[in-house]
Structures are given as C-alpha cells and as structure tokens.
C-alpha cells in the first residue's frame, strides 16, 4: 500500500472500523476492555467502503492531530512527556440519518511522532521497534451514542479494536463530534498502558520513573468526499 504526502511513509496506524458488539460493552470507559474481536471491514490504509446511502469523510491531515501524553518523574521533578503527529489519513462513515457508522477509518504514521523532548525521541521510537510495527490499528465495534444533528456537538463511545507493536486489544474510547456544512471535527480520547501492547517503557538518562498509562487523544477534521 503506497500513500502519498500528506501521508508519506504511512505505517502506523489507528484505524475506526467495524460492526456492533451487542450489550456485552455497554457503560465502557476509555481503555482497553480485553482481547480484540474479529472485525470483517477491513480495506486498505485510509480508506473505507461507504455503504449506500452513507457519506465518507476523508480526514484532512494537516488540520488533524493524534497526540500521546505521559507523566515522568526526572531527577528534577515531575513532568509531562508529549508526542504528536499530523500524519494521518482516514476515512469516517454517516448514514442519511446522522448515525456515526462501523467501518471508519483512521491511520496514523507514528514513525513521525516527535515528543516534547528531542532526547526522548529515538527512546520512543525504539520502544514501538517502529520498523518492525509501523502500522496501529483501530476497528470500532460498536458506537454508542446519538445521531449527529447538524450544528451540534454530540458525544460518542467508540468501541473496537486496537493494533499497536503486533498486539491486537479490544479499546474503548470517549469522543465528541460535530458535523457541520459538510465536515466533521471531533476528538476521541483513550488510555492505555505499555504491558497491554507488550511495549518495554523508554529509558532515558534523566528519567527516574514513567507512568505505566499513555493517554492517546485523536483530535480530527474530515469533508463529505464527491
């Protein structure tokens, strides 16, 4: 799979796919609920089949944001180590009525994370081994929440499976969307720690301790496709 700038290199990725898991998720808070389940759309990075009748929005990666924050303690005090990327690529699906659908798709290259700390980076990267995993994936299962109204915020569970250093986990995430004049803009939250994708944490020389849970914020604008 080849994707071009503004998502060059694409191989890690968080992809929003999916169909409902039924009243076993129900309540969920964001985080990982267990082992992934089996999830039958599955298309290429960036993209995804829209149903007739259903609209895809193409994600705009350059006003779109996927960051991971986690509290350190250094030698100097408490801090908040953070990373972000702007290489995403993706795909979101709504019916006619307004109903966010299973089968969204959203891929992020963290291979392009940069923290807040340029001696933190290689530490980062290598913990991922990004060139062995290059690609996350978020297939959502079931969506909990109201149709979107135009002009109004709504607030969604996004349920499904993440893929992040070859280990496949059920997650739950808390979002908020808006759907106006033919975009979405929304932000999905969720924390996760390093032992649920068997991910060593980074050592760095001033680092005495890092929390064990990483919160993963997706922050996304993305237009009605022709």
């Known amino acids: 799979?080849?994707?071009?700038?503004?998502?060059?290199?694409?191989?890690?990725?968080?992809?929003?796919?999916?169909?409902?898991?039924?009243?076993?998720?129900?309540?969920?808070?964001?985080?990982?609920?267990?082992?992934?389940?089996?999830?039958?759309?599955?298309?290429?990075?960036?993209?995804?089949?829209?149903?007739?009748?259903?609209?895809?929005?193409?994600?705009?990666?350059?006003?779109?944001?996927v960051g991971f924050a986690i509290?350190?303690?250094?030698?100097?005090?408490?801090?908040?180590?953070?990373?972000?990327?702007?290489?995403?690529?993706?795909?979101?699906?709504?019916?006619?009525?307004?109903?966010?659908?299973?089968?969204?798709?959203?891929?992020?290259?963290?291979?392009?994370?940069?923290?807040?700390?340029?001696?933190?980076d290689d530490a980062m990267l290598n913990a991922l081994d990004v060139n062995n995993y290059p690609v996350a994936t978020f297939i959502v299962t079931e969506i909990q929440g109201d149709a979107l109204v135009e002009g109004e915020e709504t607030e969604l569970t996004l349920i499904g499976n993440l893929s992040i250093h070859g280990v496949d986990k059920q997650v739950s995430w808390t979002a908020t969307v808006t759907l106006q004049d033919g975009t979405i803009t929304g932000s999905a939250t969720t924390v996760i720690t390093f032992d649920d994708f068997d991910v060593t944490k980074p050592k760095m020389g001033p680092v005495v301790n890092i929390d064990d849970e990483i919160e993963i914020t997706i922050d996304l604008v993305a237009t009605a496709q022709d």
């Open 71 to 120: 509290d350190e303690t250094l030698n100097t005090g408490d801090t908040e180590a953070l990373a972000s990327t702007n290489a995403i690529a993706g795909t979101l699906l709504v019916d006619a009525d307004g109903n966010a659908l299973s089968c969204s798709r959203v891929d992020v290259d963290l291979r392009t994370l940069v923290s807040n700390e340029i001696r933190r």
């Open 1 to 65: 799979m080849n994707i071009k700038k503004p998502f060059t290199s694409l191989a890690l990725g968080l992809i929003l796919a999916g169909s409902l898991l039924g009243a076993s998720a129900q309540e969920a808070t964001p985080g990982v609920l267990g082992d992934a389940t089996a999830a039958e759309c599955v298309t290429d990075i960036g993209t995804a089949e829209v149903p007739d009748g259903a609209t895809g929005y193409v994600v705009d990666a350059e006003n779109s944001n």
